[in-house]
């Protein structure tokens, strides 16, 4: 009997969704970090079951966590009673899950050459477009994490390019977020190249460093998909708009491969690959779907191809679990991807005016979501008062 439980089990094992995309050469990441999950095995049971090999955390991911949780409770009262501010307090929690999760996925780090096993956590929002401020605050969060196998996240802004530049170049690990637009994403991967070169210049090594290039798709659908749909309404180009809903994030995102490709294959990438530098991986983020209209894996199926990154929330991994079909589709298509955008000017749609939209309103949002974070701590910690006093 137990015998048979245990080939069952590897039989599951064997045909899930999740650990067959590995095979194409793609990573899945999760979008999601709360405490209970690394004291509970849980965390460690996604590494061993489904091939897990990365985590990303964000402030809006900490306040889920922490508002929907008893997990930090007792760390919170803890820090309150040493006169920790909320801030002191979220980003003492935030670097003890980071580096705790790190360490479960240091054999994966180990495993992969540095490749892959990698936690983020993300300088405050606040300094979005502060250089001086996101370099003092990068170094201050790398220093404290201490472990190889996590990246500080920097937002793609114009001021954040050349922070990761300067970051790259000091050895630090840098996940670019907030990356709407392929312009931008060329700024993106020309800094990671110039501080690779700068530290090549001083004779410094390359093989410890690690950087992906973070590209949020669906929040593109989301805001083009209602303007498509009043195009759609009218007379004159309704037909060619209906062939651009909902199209436009995977398009991007195979264009964006496409560059990846163009600058990673270069003369230029491989003259540092020649002295240990890894390439700046492209990962896909904002892949749950919110048009119910569309499927739960809109954001995985297209675009699995090898050296990319998935980083999918919980319900977006389960559901690819449950019914993926693996299959290596980044480059499928890639002319009508191009064709895509091309015909979006058509309908009077302007790309680049939208992705820059799209990027100040991710800087307010993630600004939100660390004040919303601050005033949950506050909250928390009047409660845990209370009940102490009942």
Known sequence: MQKSLRMGA???????PLLKLKSYGQSIWLDFIRRGMITSGELQRLIAEDGLSGVTANPSIFEKAIDGSHDYDD?????????RRAL?????LAVEDVRAAADLFRPVYEATGGRDGFVSLEVSPRLAYDIVGTLREARRFWAALDRPNVLIKVPATEEGLPAIRQLTAEGINVNVTLLFGLPRYRQVAEAYLG?????AKKGQPLDGISSVASFFLSRID??????????????????????????VASAS????????????????????????????????ASTSTKNPAYS??????????????????????EAYRDHGRPALTLEKDVPAAYQVLELLSEVGIDLDRATQQLEDEGVR????????????????YVEIAADRTD
């Open 10 to 16: 590897a039989h599951r094992l064997k045909e899930n």
């Open 365 to 380: 949002k993630f600004d939100d979501a660390l004040t919303s974070l601050l005033q949950t701590l506050s909250q928390k």
């Open 75 to 83: 760390a919170i009262r803890q820090l309150a009673g040493q006169a």
């Open 253 to 284: 995102a195979k264009i964006a491969y496409q560059i990846y490709r163009e600058v990673f294959e270069s003369e230029r990438f491989r003259a540092l690959a020649g002295r240990g530098a890894k390439s700046q991986r492209v990962l896909w």
């Open 296 to 317: 739960d894996v809109k954001y995985v199926e297209p675009l699995i191809g090898p050296d990319t990154i998935n980083t999918m929330p919980l319900e977006t991994l």
């Open 195 to 199: 501080g690779l070169e700068e530290r």
């Open 88 to 92: 002191e307090i979220y980003e003492t």
């Open 222 to 247: 989301v805001l083009l998909d209602p303007r498509l749909e009043k195009i759609m309404q009218a007379d004159g180009h309704a037909k060619l708009a209906a062939t651009l809903h909902g199209q």
